[in-house]
């Protein structure tokens, strides 16, 4: 198993466009997590997905969505692109929602200009 | 609110010095307390879980509910334990999240 991936690796985007990241588990693991790193700072948690089901939501603003498949891979969308979403965006992966050991992706390098 | 502080950014301590890396949260209820670390060009893992109560790599961290801490001990520093430590918590409360600190970087000198 190559561990949780994420695709793309890098991307740069204009403000005002619309981007989508893809995360695929673990095979077996059936939760996934987003979270947004800004250079500097610890992840912050955008969202968890356990059984294609939003579990768990952070404190981040509407044009930030997601979702989760029925083989368990994510995308994170985000809209309306602000200088401020330039980031790295990691995916973790765990086997079940809750108190459970995440495993990350090597996240997706956003660049907004 | 719910909230992790790892006040320190950067620790350097020299190999074979005991080492503290200090995290302080916030959180009603009972959170599930972790620790990860990232090694250079490596990716964030899981270094620890309060409720497994084992050591890692030498390290240990014990929850202390009174003060609200959770800090990670190492008795002797080796060179391999440099790298970004982040300290983070679990828990229900508007939904099941993840909180991590910001880090703490350890540079262990030769």
């Known amino acids: 198993d190559a561990g949780v991936t994420q695709s793309p690796t890098h991307l740069i985007k204009t403000r005002g466009q619309h981007v989508t990241l893809r995360c695929s588990p673990i095979?077996?693991?059936?939760?996934v997590s987003w979270y947004q790193q800004v250079l500097g700072q610890g992840p912050q948690f955008i969202f968890q997905?356990?059984?294609?089901?939003?579990?768990g939501r952070g404190n981040f603003p509407d044009r930030f969505s997601a979702r989760q498949f029925p083989n368990y891979s994510s995308e994170l969308n985000v809209n309306a692109l602000l200088l401020g979403d330039s980031a790295l965006y990691l995916c973790?992966?765990?086997?079940?929602?809750?108190?459970?050991?995440?495993?990350f992706g090597p996240g997706t390098r956003l660049t907004v200009t | 609110a719910q909230r992790v502080t790892q006040p320190e950014k950067l620790l350097s301590v020299f190999k074979g010095a005991p080492v503290e890396l200090k995290c302080n949260y916030s959180?009603?209820?009972?959170?599930?307390l972790f620790w990860y670390v990232q090694y250079s060009r490596q990716r964030l893992q899981l270094l620890l879980r309060?409720?497994s109560r084992e050591s890692i790599k030498g390290f240990t961290a014990d929850l202390n509910k009174g003060e609200t801490s959770f800090h990670l001990k190492k008795p002797f520093a080796q060179e391999e334990d440099s790298a970004m430590y982040y300290c983070?918590?679990?828990?229900?409360?508007?939904?099941?999240?993840?909180?991590f600190g910001a880090g703490t970087r350890l540079f262990v000198k030769a």
């Open positions: 973790a992966s765990s086997f079940r929602d809750r108190y459970y050991e995440q495993y």
């Open positions: 095979s077996g693991h059936k939760s």
């Open positions: 997905y356990y059984e294609k089901e939003e579990r």
């Open positions: 959180y009603s209820g009972s959170p599930e």
């Open positions: 309060h409720i």
């Open positions: 983070a918590l679990s828990g229900r409360g508007g939904g099941f999240k993840t909180i």
